[in-house]
């Protein structure tokens, strides 16, 4: 069984001509270029770490390791799925095709959410590392983040590419040095890895709880979670059944690295608890070295940042543009959603995904956060629900990378991923499930009535077998 609209059904659903087709201009060193810049290491390690700090304390790089580990299997079902269902539709194609067209639009909604929330998350820290040169309102800086990747989202692929690829040589730098003068500066050794204590109100160390680890992970998942790009540009990759998998598994094991290592050094070097639970990483770098070396550290993950817009904008913009090709939107939505630039670029998807993230900017980031983690956490669920799923039928004999340990893995996932959601704070649960409790009265009212002729997932001619 599959849900997913053959051509001669896609057809026949409207009269108007079908959308334009995104180009396959890129392959593997480009496409984990593109990838590990939205994972973007030094931005996620100098703007979403020092929050983990300041609630798990030494239990931060071990509560990273093990959502890496985790992020593992998340990467075999990307991997399976982003080569069986090539779309750049990303993980609502993959769960409509195999689970079901409610579950594929669920798993829309969250990744929508995400794509849409992550951006200003990120956009909002580059204030804090352009303090050096300049002083600027953390939402207003953010928000020409957002408008500045907007307009280099418009630009051709292989630019962005290019330009992004740069801009990542300068964040590995900088995390690098990092990682360097915080072991060179160790205060404590290994087992303060492992010592699970975090400075409290009064200054005193307090235990972290296991819990407050498991709590923690929903957040550790979303530090390594831009390894999913690499689904959403395999419209645009060369030969996708094999280089999804590549780009997937190549971008985790080189983030993971270029994350944890750092915050292993930042652990031991940390000249005490309250210190490093403070997360002023920033100030910690130039005290283990001097001014100069701060501001270049600091300039570096400016750019890393704005890096790290482009590639979200340019992410988020294919899955909007995915959505109205496979009709999720009454027509007149769809039809300008779809359309493409000069660049071969979807322009109206790029401005209509990058001019509300700079209007984000602008709302509590706590809460920004916390939506975000549960979106991440419910959209793996259900990605590991459609793996289990992917070897039924047709698709048993479909090519496509192939994880090991199936069934075991997706199974796990499930399970562990389950736990997560239950240990989140209840108006973040409350938050994510008000905004899904709408979509589905969405699909109930519009999308299902319509079934012949909206929300029909369709491939690219030259994906498919």
Same mark, same amino acid.
């Given at each position: 069984?599959?849900?997913?609209?053959?051509?001669?059904?896609?057809?026949?659903?409207?009269?108007?001509?079908?959308?334009?087709?995104?180009?396959?201009?890129?392959?593997?060193?480009?496409?984990?270029?593109?990838?590990?810049?939205?994972?973007?290491?030094?931005?996620?390690?100098?703007?979403?770490?020092?929050?983990?700090?300041?609630?798990?304390?030494?239990?931060?790089?071990?509560?990273?390791?093990?959502?890496?580990?985790?992020?593992?299997?998340?990467?075999?079902?990307?991997?399976?799925?982003?080569?069986?269902?090539?779309?750049?539709?990303?993980?609502?194609?993959?769960?409509?095709?195999?689970?079901?067209?409610?579950?594929?639009?669920?798993?829309?909604?969250?990744?929508?959410?995400?794509?849409?929330?992550?951006?200003?998350?990120?956009?909002?820290?580059?204030?804090?590392?352009?303090?050096?040169?300049?002083?600027?309102?953390?939402?207003?800086?953010?928000?020409?983040?957002?408008?500045?990747?907007?307009?280099?989202?418009?630009?051709?692929?292989?630019?962005?590419?290019?330009? !992004? %690829?740069?801009? =990542?040589?300068?964040? &590995?730098? $900088?995390?690098?040095?990092? +990682? @360097?003068?915080? #072991?060179?500066?160790?205060?404590?050794?290994?087992?303060?890895?492992?010592?699970?204590?975090?400075?409290?109100?009064?200054?005193?160390?307090?235990?972290?709880?296991?819990?407050?680890?498991?709590?923690?992970?929903?957040?550790?998942?979303?530090?390594?979670?831009?390894?999913?790009?690499?689904?959403?540009?395999?419209?645009?990759?060369?030969?996708?059944?094999?280089?999804?998998?590549?780009?997937?598994?190549?971008?985790?094991?080189?983030?993971?690295?270029?994350?944890?290592?750092?915050?292993?050094?930042?652990?031991?070097?940390?000249?005490?608890?309250?210190?490093? !639970? %403070?997360?002023? =990483?920033?100030?910690? &770098?130039? $005290?283990?070295?001097?001014? +100069? @070396?701060?501001? #270049?550290?600091?300039?570096?993950?400016?750019?890393?940042?704005?890096?790290?817009?482009?590639?979200?904008?340019?992410?988020?913009?294919?899955?909007?543009?995915?959505?109205?090709?496979?009709?999720?939107?009454?027509?007149?939505?769809?039809?300008?959603?779809?359309?493409?630039?000069?660049?071969?670029?979807?322009?109206?998807?790029?401005?209509?995904?990058?001019?509300?993230?700079?209007?984000?900017?602008?709302?509590?980031?706590?809460?920004?956060?916390?939506?975000?983690?549960?979106?991440?956490?419910?959209?793996?669920?259900?990605?590991?629900?459609?793996?289990?799923?992917?070897?039924?039928?047709?698709?048993?004999?479909?090519? $496509?990378?192939?994880?090991?340990?199936?069934?075991?893995?997706?199974?796990?996932?499930?399970?562990?991923?389950?736990?997560?959601?239950?240990?989140?704070?209840?108006?973040?649960?409350?938050?994510?499930?008000?905004?899904?409790?709408?979509?589905?009265?969405?699909?109930?009212?519009?999308?299902?009535?319509?079934?012949?002729?909206?929300?029909?997932?369709?491939?690219?001619?030259?994906?498919?077998?």
């Amino acid at each position: 069984m599959t849900d997913t609209l053959t051509p001669v059904e896609g057809a026949a659903v409207e009269a108007s001509d079908g959308p334009q087709k995104l180009k396959r201009s890129i392959g593997v060193v480009g496409g984990t270029l593109l990838t590990l810049s939205c994972v973007t290491p030094a931005s996620t390690l100098f703007v979403v770490v020092p929050d983990l700090f300041g609630s798990l304390g030494t239990a931060t790089a071990l509560t990273i390791a093990i959502g890496s580990l985790l992020c593992i299997a998340v990467a075999f079902c990307y991997s399976e799925l982003g080569t069986l269902i090539p779309s750049a539709g990303g993980e609502y194609a993959m769960v409509s095709t195999l689970a079901g067209r409610l579950a594929g639009w669920l798993v829309f909604v969250l990744s929508l959410l995400v794509v849409m929330v992550v951006p200003p998350v990120i956009a909002m820290g580059t204030a804090d590392y352009l303090a050096p040169i300049v002083h600027l309102d953390p939402a207003m800086a953010g928000a020409g983040v957002m408008l500045l990747a907007t307009l280099a989202g418009l630009l051709d692929l292989r630019a962005n590419a290019w330009i !992004t %690829g740069v801009f =990542l040589v300068l964040e &590995v730098i $900088a995390a690098a040095v990092v +990682a @360097v003068l915080g #072991f060179a500066h160790a205060e404590r050794g290994p087992a303060s890895l492992v010592s699970m204590e975090v400075a409290g109100a009064d200054g005193h160390a307090d235990t972290v709880t296991g819990l407050l680890v498991v709590s923690g992970l929903a957040i550790a998942l979303f530090v390594t979670q831009g390894f999913s790009t690499a689904v959403y540009l395999s419209e645009e990759l060369e030969n996708p059944r094999r280089n999804v998998a590549r780009t997937v598994l190549a971008t985790l094991g080189i983030s993971a690295v270029i994350i944890l290592v750092p915050v292993v050094a930042i652990t031991l070097g940390a000249s005490d608890l309250q210190e490093l !639970t %403070g997360g002023d =990483l920033s100030a910690m &770098v130039t $005290a283990w070295s001097n001014s +100069a @070396v701060g501001t #270049f550290v600091s300039l570096c993950v400016a750019l890393a940042i704005i890096n790290a817009g482009i590639v979200m904008v340019i992410q988020n913009s294919r899955v909007l543009y995915a959505s109205a090709r496979d009709k999720a939107w009454p027509r007149p939505v769809n039809d300008v959603l779809a359309r493409l630039g000069r660049f071969g670029s979807p322009w109206v998807a790029t401005l209509a995904v990058g001019v509300p993230g700079a209007a984000l900017c602008f709302v509590n980031l706590d809460t920004l956060y916390g939506v975000t983690g549960v979106s991440v956490t419910g959209m793996y669920l259900l990605v590991a629900v459609a793996a289990l799923l992917a070897r039924r039928g047709s698709h048993r004999h479909t090519r $496509a990378w192939r994880m090991p340990l199936w069934p075991a893995m997706p199974v796990l996932l499930i399970v562990v991923l389950g736990y997560i959601l239950t240990q989140q704070e209840t108006a973040h649960l409350l938050w994510t499930g008000g905004i899904t409790a709408a979509a589905t009265l969405y699909w109930a009212l519009y999308l299902r009535p319509r079934r012949d002729t909206r929300w029909l997932v369709t491939l690219p001619e030259d994906a498919r077998d």
